[in-house]
Nanobody, 128 residues
Framework: QVQLVESGGGLVQAGDSLRLSCAAS????????MGWFRQAPGKEREFVAS????????YYANSVKGRSTISREYAPNTIYLQMNSLQPEDTAVYYC?????????????????????WGQGTQVTVSS
């Protein structure tokens, strides 16, 4: 059974930085590509960033490219999203997800349907 628990969200001001964490447990999750998504009020969930199972490949949405970094550690299995120069449009609930159907894959999936486990989310609010 895979469990994903996000943390690190909060209320910040425009221009600030945050580092989100996702504690991942389960036998297979350390071998799976992982991703971050976000959902703002009244909007659909959207892709933010993903990382391959080896950590060697990453992929970012244009909206965060250049000011965000996704990374992962394996003992314990934790995925991070460092976000800099935050803006009010970054306000959303941020979700961690695991693509366990792509074990040992160097893919960096960006579609929601490619992920089969999700965390509960952590709220990020950026004030202007």
């Amino acid at each position: 059974q895979v469990q994903l628990v996000e943390s690190g969200g909060g209320l910040v001001q425009a221009g600030d930085s945050l580092r989100l964490s996702c504690a991942a447990s389960g036998r297979t999750v350390s071998h799976a590509p992982m991703g971050w998504f976000r959902q703002a009020p009244g909007k659909e969930r959207e892709f933010v960033a993903s990382i391959s199972w080896s950590g060697g490949r990453t992929y970012y949405a244009n909206s965060v490219k250049g000011r965000s970094t996704i990374s992962r550690e394996y003992a314990p299995n934790t995925i991070y999203l460092q976000m800099n120069s935050l803006q009010p449009e970054d306000t959303a609930v941020y979700y961690c997800a695991a693509a366990t159907k792509k074990l040992y894959s160097d893919d960096v999936p960006f579609a929601i349907y490619e992920y089969d486990y999700w965390g509960q989310g952590t709220q990020v609010t950026v004030s202007s």
